[in-house]
């Protein structure tokens, strides 16, 4: 019989809620925030882009499909801690290579579970986010709510150094089709803490895809010779960037084809003089609506972020907002007026989540000059 473990969750305003750890016993702070998927939960506790978050789950039962390796955006979890309403120790799916609950010891992952999830969201939701703190080891409420409240906030913080590569290197698909010999036009990432599954949908269409880290000068990429430049995903607040952001401006001015999701999205927006804000709540999940200004269609999306563009600081001057969300009214894309290059607030490759708009890779391939697209290669169906 598993061992039963009093924990509990203690917000920075005051409300604490008592639970029963799961995964590595122990104590965790950071933002929390809450995704909607009903599926994909170790994609998420993989992305880079969590870093220095607590995530809730609103689905309330977490880990009925187990955990396996090729589940992972990235070499572990990145979460500051998970939090749910029920959590499932006996998996049942035929990929499952050990429970959620085993990998998240494995990995030292902070866990609490048997929490009224759904009080915690609304109280988020009319709030807005906030900092917690999770522990299995102090259960003092008013000790935790002094932690939750030393927790740094997200706003003006830096994260995307912890996260990116130290030195530069290729990125190699497994079981690669013969026609996506990676042969293809060469495209430079800027890893902030890029998922495995946007680095995938590039190579998978033909291209030769190299990261090279965060603070990485651009003469540096250039003298790899890429026919385009990416700007990854990534954790933090832009606005606490500015060598990134100095760093883009370059790269517009040497007329290189240039794409950006999430966090690239906000840098070049910044690089552009647009201007960005920290959201209340921010969106996070995979059936966020999207409209695509340019064919008026509608694409259901997987987002994550909590910073967006401020829609009254574009002009038509530094570009045209090309998607919006139905939800909000808030910036998701942008093309850009004074050079070749275009970004989306929101996740393309998905993983979890909806494959509506995997074109954009394609549309970046085509910018650069190759029409490649090979989808039965490009593993995003995972």
């Not at 990998?103 to 915690?120: A, E, F, N, P, Y």
């Not at 590569?165 to 902030?192: K, N, Q, T």
Request: proline content about 7%; aromatic content about 6%.
């Amino acid at each position: 019989m598993t061992e039963t473990v009093p924990a509990k969750i203690a917000l920075e305003d005051g409300l604490v809620l008592t639970g029963i750890a799961v995964g590595a016993r122990g104590e965790t702070g950071g933002e929390l925030c809450f995704n909607t998927s009903m599926s994909g939960y170790q994609e998420i506790l993989t992305d880079p882009s969590y870093v220095g978050q607590l995530m809730m789950m609103t689905y309330p039962h977490i880990g009925n499909y187990g955990a396996s390796g090729a589940a992972s955006e990235s070499d572990g979890p990145k979460v500051a801690g998970l939090v749910v309403r029920e959590f499932c120790d006996a998996p049942s799916n035929h990929t499952s290579e050990e429970p959620l609950a085993t990998w998240m010891k494995r990995h030292g992952l902070v866990g609490i579970s048997g929490v009224d999830t759904r009080k915690l969201v609304r109280h988020i939701r009319e709030k807005g986010v906030m900092n917690a703190v999770v522990s299995s080891e102090d259960l003092d409420d008013e000790s935790l709510v002094a932690k939750a409240k030393g927790v740094p906030s997200m706003a003006g913080l830096e994260l995307a150094s912890r996260v990116s590569v130290a030195e530069p290197e290729d990125f190699v698909l497994e079981h690669i089709a013969p026609e996506a010999s990676g042969e293809g036009p060469r495209i430079a990432v800027y890893d902030y803490g890029v998922k495995r599954n946007i680095l995938r949908s590039f190579a998978a269409r033909g291209a030769r895809v190299r990261l090279f880290p965060h603070d990485t000068p651009l003469e540096t990429v250039q003298a790899w010779n890429p026919d385009g430049i990416f700007f990854s995903n990534g954790p933090g607040d832009p606005r606490a960037m500015p060598e990134s952001v100095a760093m883009v401006k370059e790269a517009i001015a040497s007329g290189l084809p240039l794409f950006g999701i999430c966090l690239g999205h906000q840098l070049m927006a910044l690089a552009e003089g647009i201007e960005v804000f920290k959201m209340k709540v921010g969106h996070r999940g995979a059936n966020q609506p999207v409209l695509n200004a340019e064919t008026g269609k509608v694409e259901i999306t997987t987002q994550n972020h909590g910073f967006a563009v401020d829609p009254e600081s574009v002009t038509p001057e530094a570009a045209a907002v090309h998607h919006r969300n139905l939800n909000d009214g808030s910036v998701e894309g942008l093309r850009f007026a004074r050079f070749p290059g275009f970004s989306v607030q929101y996740h393309p490759e998905a993983c979890p989540g909806p494959h509506d708009s995997h074109y954009l890779f394609d549309e970046f391939l085509a910018m650069m000059g190759s029409g490649v697209h090979t989808p039965e290669a490009s593993g995003d169906t995972l």
